[in-house]
């Protein structure tokens, strides 16, 4: 299903930056959240972003790895901790995360 049409000065609201994951931690909590620790650059700094892919990826999968980011969403109560965030990745019969070229700087804006 195709959302509704927007407006360039709707998407521009977006910020939507280039993270590189620091750290991968598996909160007892959760069966299927991966908490992650993303660098964004000296502008950003870190942000702790939760996404629940656990089922399908590990900290290898993940660590050291540039992906996208939307950094502008409302802070999230995930279980017992909050998300700074939201992983982007394609969405099928599982997500499918989104590596980026290591030539691209941490924290660079997408648009």
């Known amino acids: 299903m195709i959302k509704n049409t927007i407006g360039y000065d709707t998407f521009e609201q977006l910020d939507l930056r280039v993270g590189k ?14 908490e992650l620790t993303v660098d964004f650059g ?14 399908w990826y590990s ?9 996208p980011f939307l ?15 939201m992983m982007l990745m394609a969405d099928g019969d599982q997500p499918v995360v ?6 691209i700087s941490v924290g660079s804006v997408l648009r």
Do not use: C, H, Y
């Open 21 to 34: 994951v620091i750290r991968v931690d598996t909160p007892e909590w959760s069966k299927k959240l991966l």
């Open 42 to 55: 000296e502008e950003v700094g870190q942000r702790t972003i939760f996404s629940g892919i656990k089922a």
């Open 59 to 67: 900290a290898e999968d993940l660590i050291d790895r540039l992906f």
């Open 71 to 85: 950094i502008n969403l409302a802070p999230k109560k995930m279980g017992e901790a909050e998300s700074q965030g």
């Open 98 to 103: 989104l590596p980026l070229s290591s030539t």
